[in-house]
C-alpha cells in the first residue's frame, strides 16, 4: 500500500479516518471503534487534556494495560502537541519513581490496578508526591479507587467540554513530523531504565515499511498481545497497521487461551508473538479444536517457525529490532519461501542504513564478518535527559551503535550473533544486570550478586544469580527469589540463584569477575535443574 502522505500522528490519524472511516480500527473486550468513532473520541480525550492544561511539550505519562484508552490517550497528548510517556505494567515502586523523575512528566494517567498490581499502592509506596515528584502536577485516574487528590478519567472529560473542539484541532495542525512524540523505556549499562526519544516521522516511515513486509491490506486484522507500553506494540505494530488502513485486536492480558479465542472469533490475519507465546498456544489444549485458518502473518522468531507454520500462518517473518530504532530494522518478506525466513532476521528496512564495525576501532568489515552492528536513519535521536548515555550511543555521524554482535550472509540477511553488553534478554524484554544485583545487595544477608543470562527455550534467556551471603548471615534461594519479587518487576526476579562461597567467585587474571565463567556455572545448574524438574513430572 501506498506510504500514507501524514508524517505526524494527528494528521495519520485524521488521514485514515478520511480514507477508511467506516472500517473497524480497534477492538479491545468492552468496545469497537471505527477509525472516524476513533478519531471522534480522541478529540474528546484532547479536550480533557487540554482543560487540564497540557499544551506542546508537556510530558504526559501513562500506565494501563491493553485496552482503548491506551490508544486514545497515546493519540489524544500528541494532537496537542505533547509527549507520551509510556510506563511499564510490571513495574514496582523504585522504577515507577525513576520513570517518572527523568522524564519531567507533569501529568500521569492511570488505571488503580491491572491484573495483580496495585498501583495506588504504588504511588503511596512513593510517599509524599510533591515532594518526590515536585514536576508531576496532576492524576487522572480510571478504575474504582484513586490516590488522594486524583481526578476520575470521567471527570476528565467532562472537563472538557468547555474546551472548544477548534482548539484542539489547531494544536493538532502546528505538530511537525521532527517533534518528539514517545518516550519508550530501555535498559542501558547500568542500574536505570533510560527513555528512547521516538519521532512522528520516524514512526510512520518505519512503521509502514515493516506492514510492507507482512503485506498488509486494510482487509488484515492484528491481535496485540503484547503490552501496549511497549514498542513492539505502541509504536510497531500500531503503525504498521494504521498506516495500511488495518485494524487492531487488543488482549487485554496474556492468556494463551483467549489468543486462540480470538484469533477465531475475531478471524485475525496476523499476531506479533515471542517465543513463550508460541510455545504457549502451542502446547495449549484447545489448539486443535479452534479455528486459526484466518491467521496469515505477523512476527516470530525463527527457532519457533516449525511450530508456528504448523498451526496454520505461512507467511510468518523475523526481524532484528530495539526499542532505540522505532520497533523493527529489518525483516523478512512475508511471500519469500520458507526456508529464507526463517535463517536470519531479514534485510534492512527502506530508509535504514545498516553497518558491521570493529567494536573497538569501528571500522566497516567486510560481509560475513561477524562484528558490532551500527544503524543510521530510523534510530532514536537520543535518550531523553541523558546526554552521557546519548554520546556513548550515537556517533557525530548519527551513526546509534546497538551492542549486539551480527554478520551480513550472502543473501544480505541479518544474522544475529549475541551482544557485546551484558544486556540479559528474557522474553524479548531487556533486563539490566546492575539492576537486579542492586536489589539483591539490599537484602541483608547479601554481601555479592553476580547476575547474568542463561539460556532458555522459552524466553531465550532467564535471569540467573550467583550470590555470596556475608559472614555468618543465613539465607535461602527461595526468600531472596521473595525479596526480589516484593521490590521488582516480575520479568527481573531471578529464575535460578545459586549460593556460593567468596572464594568461589570465579575471577579474571586482574581479579575482575568472570562473567562467562560465572554464566556457563549458572547455566549448567539451570539446566541441571530443570531436567531434574522435568523427571520429577514424567518419572518414565
Excluded at 487540564?52 to 494495560?65: F, H, T, Y
Excluded at 512503521?207 to 507482512?214: D, F, P, S, V, Y
Excluded at 551480527?406 to 533486563?431: P, W
Excluded at 531471578?494 to 562467562?516: M, N
Amino acid at each position: 500500500m501506498e506510504k500514507p502522505r501524514s508524517e505526524t500522528m494527528p494528521g495519520l490519524l485524521a488521514e485514515m479516518a478520511g480514507r477508511f472511516g467506516e472500517r473497524n480500527f480497534v477492538t479491545d473486550r468492552e468496545r469497537r471503534l471505527s477509525y472516524a468513532e476513533f478519531q471522534a473520541e480522541t478529540i474528546r480525550v484532547a479536550r480533557g487534556l487540554h482543560a487540564l492544561g497540557v499544551r506542546r511539550g508537556d510530558k504526559v505519562a501513562l500506565l494501563m494495560g491493553n485496552q482503548a484508552e491506551w490508544l486514545l490517550v497515546e493519540f489524544a497528548v500528541t494532537m496537542l502537541g505533547g509527549v507520551l510517556v509510556a510506563l511499564n505494567t510490571w513495574w514496582r515502586r523504585r522504577e515507577m519513581e525513576h520513570a517518572l523523575s527523568i522524564t519531567d512528566s507533569s501529568l500521569l494517567i492511570m488505571v488503580d490496578r491491572y491484573i495483580s498490581n496495585d498501583y495506588v499502592g504504588v504511588l503511596n509506596d512513593i510517599g509524599d508526591l510533591a515532594t518526590a515528584l515536585p514536576k508531576l502536577k496532576r492524576i487522572v485516574c480510571l478504575g474504582d479507587r484513586a490516590p488522594a487528590g486524583a481526578l476520575a478519567y470521567a471527570d476528565m472529560l467532562a472537563l472538557g467540554r468547555d474546551v472548544p473542539e477548534s482548539m484542539v484541532l489547531e494544536a493538532a495542525r502546528v505538530v511537525q513530523p521532527r517533534d518528539l512524540a514517545l518516550l519508550l523505556f530501555t535498559s542501558g549499562s547500568t542500574s536505570r531504565s533510560k527513555a528512547a526519544e521516538l519521532r512522528h516521522y520516524g514512526l510512520i516511515g518505519n512503521m509502514h515499511g515493516i506492514g510492507e513486509r507482512m503485506h498488509l491490506t486494510e482487509e488484515d486484522r492484528l491481535l496485540l498481545v503484547v503490552s501496549m507500553f511497549w514498542g513492539f506494540a505502541c509504536a510497531n505494530g500500531l503503525f504498521a497497521v494504521m498506516t495500511h488502513g488495518a485494524s487492531l485486536v487488543l488482549q487485554y492480558s496474556y492468556d494463551p487461551a483467549e489468543i486462540l479465542r480470538l484469533v477465531e472469533a475475531e478471524r485475525c490475519t496476523a499476531l506479533y508473538t515471542q517465543p513463550n507465546i508460541v510455545l504457549g498456544i502451542y502446547n495449549h489444549p484447545d489448539r486443535r479444536r479452534r479455528d486459526l485458518s484466518s491467521w496469515r502473518t505477523g512476527i516470530c522468531r525463527g527457532q519457533v517457525m516449525d511450530m508456528v507454520e504448523e498451526m496454520g500462518p505461512k507467511q510468518m517473518i523475523t526481524s532484528y529490532g530495539l526499542t532505540e530504532g522505532y520497533g523493527n530494522s529489518t525483516n523478512a518478506d512475508a511471500h519469500w519461501p520458507s526456508g529464507m525466513r526463517r535463517i536470519g532476521s531479514g534485510t534492512p528496512l527502506p530508509g535504514n542504513e545498516m553497518q558491521i564495525v570493529d567494536p573497538a576501532t569501528r571500522t566497516p568489515l567486510p560481509p560475513g564478518t561477524p562484528g558490532e552492528l551500527r544503524i543510521r536513519g530510523y534510530v532514536t535521536t537520543g535518550y531523553y535527559n541523558d546526554p552521557v548515555r546519548t554520546a556513548e550511543a550515537i556517533d557525530a555521524d548519527g551513526w546509534f551503535y546497538t551492542g549486539d554482535i551480527a554478520l551480513f550472509e550472502e543473501h544480505g540477511i541479518l544474522q544475529f550473533r549475541g551482544r557485546i553488553k551484558e544486556m540479559i534478554k528474557t522474553g524479548g524484554i531487556n533486563v539490566t544486570p546492575a539492576d537486579v544485583e542492586e536489589v539483591l545487595e539490599e537484602h541483608p544477608a547479601v554481601r555479592q550478586a553476580i547476575v547474568v543470562g542463561v539460556p532458555d527455550r522459552e524466553r531465550d534467556e532467564i535471569v540467573a544469580a550467583m550470590v555470596v551471603l556475608r559472614d555468618g548471615a543465613a539465607a535461602n534461594t527461595a526468600e531472596l527469589i521473595e525479596h526480589c519479587r516484593r521490590s521488582v518487576a516480575s520479568f527481573k526476579v531471578p529464575r535460578h540463584i545459586e549460593l556460593v562461597a567468596y572464594d568461589e567467585v570465579p575471577l579474571t587474571d586482574t581479579s575482575k569477575v568472570a562473567k562467562r565463567l560465572v554464566q556457563e556455572r549458572l547455566a549448567s545448574g539451570y539446566a541441571a535443574a530443570q531436567s531434574a524438574d522435568s523427571g520429577k513430572a514424567d518419572p518414565a
